[in-house]
């Protein structure tokens, strides 16, 4: 079995900042693409950044600039930090990972192994 574990969030102030981290454990094979989304009250969910295992990035738009995702494959971890957030940033954020885990049988790889999601607030 595998899972991710994350942490950081809470409230902040608009134009604060808030790093979010977010660890897969258990019987991890090899990591591939980790990835951020978001989904903010009767909204879809949606990608807010992703990270290749090669450290190649892509962001929405909404958030280029102000928001950076990092990943420490030796951890298997990735973050994400928020700068300059604003009201609309609110939204309970969930890390992906697509990764291959071994099981009693052999390998099995799957893209959609997801956190527990956390809710960011924005406000004053």
């Known amino acids: 079995q595998v899972q991710l574990v994350e942490s950081g969030g809470g409230l902040v102030q608009p134009g604060g900042s808030l790093r979010r981290s977010c660890a897969a454990s258990?019987?991890?094979?090899?990591?591939?693409?980790m990835g951020w989304y978001r989904q903010a009250p009767g909204k879809e969910r949606e990608l807010v950044a992703a990270?290749?295992?090669?450290?190649?990035?892509n962001y929405a738009d909404s958030v280029k600039g102000r928001f950076t995702i990092s990943r420490d494959n030796a951890k298997n971890t990735v973050y994400l930090q928020m700068i300059s957030l604003k009201p609309e940033d609110t939204a309970v954020y969930y890390c992906?990972?697509?990764?291959?885990?071994?099981?009693?049988?052999?390998?099995?790889?799957?893209?959609?192994?997801w956190g527990q999601g956390t809710l960011v607030t924005v406000s004053s």
């Open positions: 258990g019987s991890i094979f090899s990591v591939n693409d």
């Open positions: 992906n990972a697509d990764l291959t885990y071994a099981t009693g049988g052999g390998y099995v790889r799957t893209p959609e192994v």
């Open positions: 990270i290749t295992s090669g450290g190649t990035t």
